[in-house]
């Protein structure tokens, strides 16, 4: 079994920044995906921003150059810094990592989502 917790999603004003935390734990052989992803109401989930064990990162349209995706492999754990955050980026905020577990099996699992809601 492999889960995912998030943390760190919130209120804040147009212009502000917010950090989103995403740690995996479990049975973890290898973790070759994650990403975050966005559900906004009456939207289809998007992907915002993903990276891969070899470190290449790939960011939407809509948040490069304000969204930055890290990694701390050591704590199998993922960020996103969002800066300059617009009111068209609430949405509930999921992390998805992908890999192989100690038994060999792959996953594709998702965090319980966190909410961001930027006030103009």
């Known amino acids: 079994q492999v889960q995912l917790v998030e943390s760190g999603g919130g209120l804040v004003q147009a212009g502000g920044s917010l950090r989103l935390s995403c740690a995996a734990s479990g049975s973890i052989r290898s973790i070759y995906f994650m990403g975050w992803y966005r559900q906004a109401p009456g939207k289809q989930r998007e992907l915002v921003a993903s990276?891969?064990?070899?470190?290449?990162?790939n960011y939407a349209d809509s948040v490069k150059g304000r969204f930055t995706i890290s990694g701390d492999n050591a704590k199998n754990t993922i960020y996103l810094q969002m800066n300059d955050l617009k009111p068209e980026d609430t949405a509930v905020y999921y992390c998805n990592y992908n890999g192989l577990t100690t038994g060999w099996r792959p996953y594709d699992n998702w965090g319980q989502g966190t909410q961001v809601t930027v006030s103009s």
């Open positions: 990276i891969r064990n070899s470190g290449s990162a």
